[in-house]
């Protein structure tokens, strides 16, 4: 079998499209000006932040003011629990175990700063969030700070937002949601969607590293994380990623001009990977629900038992194709997958993420596939 060249770990980082990067290469040679400067090389600088600020709003259905850049998801999701566990008398959070540690992480640091109390909604064993138990804990508690991820950048299992905002809604709860795998991919109305805070991060959506931002729900008034500079109307300091936040308007526009034609050639190809391990490979079992109610550009393979499972990544590597064996911010750290364990996954069997983009092809599954048959098969 002749090598190839395949990513699939699209869940980590997506490779940049071209159209992004043609749309931000003007910005490094000729827009150059200081945004914050009042001559016109500052100005015109000025001028496509906002234009790309108020592209992002009108793709969400919200106002410009309610979009903060930031550097990225991570930065986003600290902003919102930081913030909200600081100054909007929060008493009780509650997340999943499952969250990305971006949240799960900093809500456990945050919560032992200031002494608030953390609990943690029960999830089953395909790793959906119990909503009636998230209810009782709503009720049983002081206002409380609600994180629970969009979608599972693992396992892939989405949860209704629509449905998790109202039932902060009728408890007075702040919701936020780390809508990082899902966000360019899915279609949002946040004026319909009562939201507080949601994030977002360029480089899953084929827009460059380094940039994101956070919507705040304009009836909440918080102040900035980062101090020293009113950039961002006083919400985050520091001198505006320019051509970052170009490339990430830029990449939203991109992915919402055909949102649904690209969703559907993504679903293809995962439930062709997933007929072909059903068919192909005795034993194997799929992490999540990905049948259901699931992230279609992630599908988490359960491979069967072997005695060679130490090896299985590096032999995909060695044959050319990137995949992951768990979350990305997790991979060579040396440490199981939290999620896996949160849904009580049997650590025998080998899980490998695969994840896919608008620009995989039909003829890159069959090659990882036969790459996963052969490895077994030998």
Do not use: W
Request: proline share 3%; hydrophobic share 40%.
């Amino acid at each position: 079998m002749e090598r190839r060249q395949v990513f699939l770990d699209n869940a980590a980082t997506t490779p940049i499209a071209p159209e992004v990067v043609e749309a931000m290469i003007p910005i490094m040679t000729d827009f150059y000006g200081n945004p914050s400067s009042s001559h016109s090389f500052g100005r015109s600088v000025r001028a496509q932040i906002e234009y790309a600020r108020r592209s992002i709003a009108k793709h969400l259905n919200v106002t410009p003011a309610e979009i903060v850049f930031t550097s990225g998801g991570t930065e986003a999701d600290n902003m919102a629990i930081r913030c909200s566990l600081k100054e909007l008398n929060i008493k009780h959070a509650i997340t999943t175990d499952i969250e990305h540690h971006a949240v799960l992480n900093t809500l456990e640091s945050i919560c032992a700063e200031y002494g608030v109390k953390l609990s943690k909604v029960r999830i089953d064993e395909k790793g959906y969030v119990d909503v009636s138990h998230l209810d009782e804990l709503l009720a049983n508690n002081e206002r409380s700070f609600v994180s629970i991820m969009h979608a599972n950048n693992e396992i892939g299992n989405l949860i209704d937002l629509d449905e998790v905002s109202e039932l902060c809604l009728k408890h007075n709860a702040v919701f936020h949601s780390d809508t990082v795998q899902t966000m360019a991919h899915y279609p949002f109305d946040f004026s319909k969607t009562k939201i507080d805070f949601a994030t977002c991060s360029a480089h899953k959506f084929h827009g460059p590293k380094g940039i994101g931002f956070l919507y705040i729900n304009k009836n909440l008034k918080i102040t900035s994380m980062i101090i020293g500079g009113g950039q961002e109307r006083g919400l985050r300091a520091g001198t505006e990623n320019v051509y970052g936040i170009v490339g990430l308007a830029k990449a939203m526009d991109l992915s919402y001009t055909d949102v649904e034609e690209h969703a559907a050639h993504i679903k293809g190809l995962k439930h062709a990977m997933l007929e072909r391990f059903q068919n192909e490979l005795p034993g194997v079992s799929f992490n999540g629900d990905p049948k259901g109610n699931s992230l279609y550009t992630i599908l988490n393979v359960a491979l069967p038992p072997t005695e060679k499972a130490g090896m299985l990544l590096f032999n995909l590597d060695i044959n050319g194709i990137a995949v992951s064996g768990g979350s990305a911010c997790s991979s060579g750290a040396g440490t199981s997958s939290h999620v896996l364990a949160g849904i009580d996954a049997n650590p025998d069997y080998p899980a490998v993420r695969f994840s896919f983009s608008r620009y995989t092809t039909k003829e890159e599954i069959d090659y990882a596939v036969d790459c996963v048959l052969e490895f077994y098969n030998n």
